[in-house]
């Protein structure tokens, strides 16, 4: 009977506490926490603790490795991150990074708790693919992940790499393709280099982009991503496709600052050096981003002291594509 009653009471604390809870904190970097095998825990996977009396989650981390005791699986969690200064107490539940539990937790927006790895996520969840009105390339795609707009349409080869073509340049009569290859992903840095070439038959005119981004760790609400686009056209002058279509008209190096809000709506700004006009610009906008579907719009310049409203000073941009 006793022995029982020790399975049921077993049963029920898992039932209570879902995935897992907090038993002991070593110090404010790392915790003890026993938790549920079949909730998929693994070493190396992203947790978030939720306050037992609040039931907001106040910190995020990562398991470390796991040991038994007395039957009981314990997990090791290295602290990641804390929000707004909470204590993390014992009984404190843990919970695994997931958009379910994302949407279920209602939890804000936070740059290093983005997801990746499946197509089925949520975009909202996921770091940029594409800057919207910077015209500017994120990192990849998930595999067999699209991007779809009225200007491209970017496919996710794996994990790594993505490839496009530029609808404006095919309608056109351009035959164009693009590729960006993901190089370096860890907490230090995320580094992503692209290029991208189209040429036209009948006037014999090509052009030619290469560029990177880099991002640099990320940490609560804000994160910098530092990228250049380098433009090459040789028939610069005729060219229909850079002076009547006004695609890839000029070289640009840029940084672009991301925040993202409490809805995972994202605040985009940073300035831009245009290299052809030797001028600094730069723009300012808001990314509205549902479960696939994308919107921004924004206010942007080629040249700060230049102050008349116009396309070569102040102008409205805006953009919208899917991610699915």
């Known amino acids: 009977m006793k022995s029982l009653f020790s399975v049921i009471l077993f049963i029920f604390t898992f039932c209570a506490w879902g995935q897992g809870y907090v038993t002991k904190i070593n110090n404010s970097r790392q915790i003890l926490a026993r938790v549920n095998e079949q909730k998929g825990f693994m070493v190396d996977t992203m ?14 981390g990562k398991i470390h490795d796991f040991k038994m005791k007395d039957l009981d699986i314990i ?13 993390i107490l014992i009984d404190d539940e843990v919970e ?18 983005t997801l990746k790895g499946s197509h089925k996520i949520p ?23 699209f991007l779809i707009s009225p200007f491209q349409i970017q496919y996710g080869i794996n994990d790594n790499i993505s490839v496009k073509i530029v609808n404006a340049l095919f309608l ?11 190089i370096v992903n860890n907490k230090y840095a995320k ?27 990320s940490n609560a609400k804000f994160q910098t991503h530092w990228m250049a686009n380098f433009t090459f056209d040789p028939q610069f002058e005729e060219a229909h496709a850079t002076k009547s279509l006004g695609l890839y008209q000029d070289s640009d190096i840029r940084s672009i600052t991301e925040y ?8 985009l700004w940073g300035p831009t050096y245009n290299v052809k006009l030797q001028t600094f610009g730069g723009t300012l906008s808001y990314m509205w981003i549902w479960d696939s579907f994308h919107m921004s719009l924004g206010l942007a310049t080629k040249n700060f002291a ?9 102008y409205y941009v805006y953009d919208f594509f899917w991610r699915f």
């Open 75 to 87: 997990a090791k969690i290295d602290i990641t991150e804390i929000l707004d200064n909470s204590l």
């Open 96 to 113: 695994a990074l997931d958009y379910q539990n994302f949407e279920r937790r209602k939890l804000p927006g936070f740059n290093s708790v």
């Open 47 to 60: 947790v978030m603790i939720v306050s037992a009396r609040e039931g907001r989650v106040v910190a995020f």
């Open 172 to 182: 056109d009569g351009y035959v164009n393709t693009g590729g960006k290859v993901r």
């Open 191 to 217: 580094i992503t280099l692209n290029t991208f070439g189209a040429y036209k038959l009948q006037s014999q005119d090509w052009i030619g982009q290469f560029g990177g981004i880099l991002t640099m760790p």
């Open 123 to 145: 975009s909202q969840y996921k770091e940029l693919a594409y800057m919207g009105v910077f015209s500017s390339d994120g990192h990849t795609l998930d595999k067999n992940e």
């Open 260 to 267: 993202i809000t409490d809805s995972w709506n994202r605040v």
């Open 306 to 314: 230049d102050l008349n409203f116009g396309r070569e000073s102040y």
